[in-house]
Nanobody, 122 residues
Framework: VQLQASGGGSVQAGGSLRLSCAASGRPFSSYTVGWFRQALGKQREWVAGITSGNSTNSSEFVKGRFTISRDNAKNAVYLQMNSLKPEDTAVYYC?????????????????WGQGTQVTVSS
């Protein structure tokens, strides 16, 4: 499975962005997909995840602001980010895992896409 993340950009605090993760190579409707982010000089951290059955979970620091969703017909997963804060600035990565269940642990994921930069200015 090849993953391609897109949709990053520069916005002011309070703004919104929608990230997309497109899969190719094989249908990934049966995979759990997660979004992670890595700010400069910091460790990669989990943001949100969605199972093949559309169960979702997200980290506490984005609850109420970010929403993860998927469109299996388009082989895509999305991360709608609202009320962005400067601390959300990071490179965002999508990843998928074969085993069912959302995980916040990066090593549980089997495939990774390249990142997309999100910059939020105050």
């Amino acid at each position: 499975v090849q993953l391609q993340a897109s949709g990053g950009g520069s916005v002011q605090a309070g703004g919104s962005l929608r990230l997309s993760c497109a899969a190719s190579g094989r249908p990934f409707s049966s995979y759990t997909v997660g979004w992670f982010r890595q700010a400069l000089g910091k460790q990669r951290e989990w943001v949100a995840g969605i199972t093949s059955g559309n169960s979702t979970n997200s980290s506490e620091f984005v609850k109420g602001r970010f929403t993860i969703s998927r469109d299996n017909a388009k082989n895509a997963v999305y991360l709608q980010m609202n009320s962005l804060k400067p601390e959300d600035t990071a490179v965002y990565y999508c990843a998928c895992k074969i085993r069912w269940g959302v995980s916040s642990v990066a090593r549980d994921y089997n495939y990774w896409g390249q990142g997309t930069q999100v910059t939020v200015s105050s």
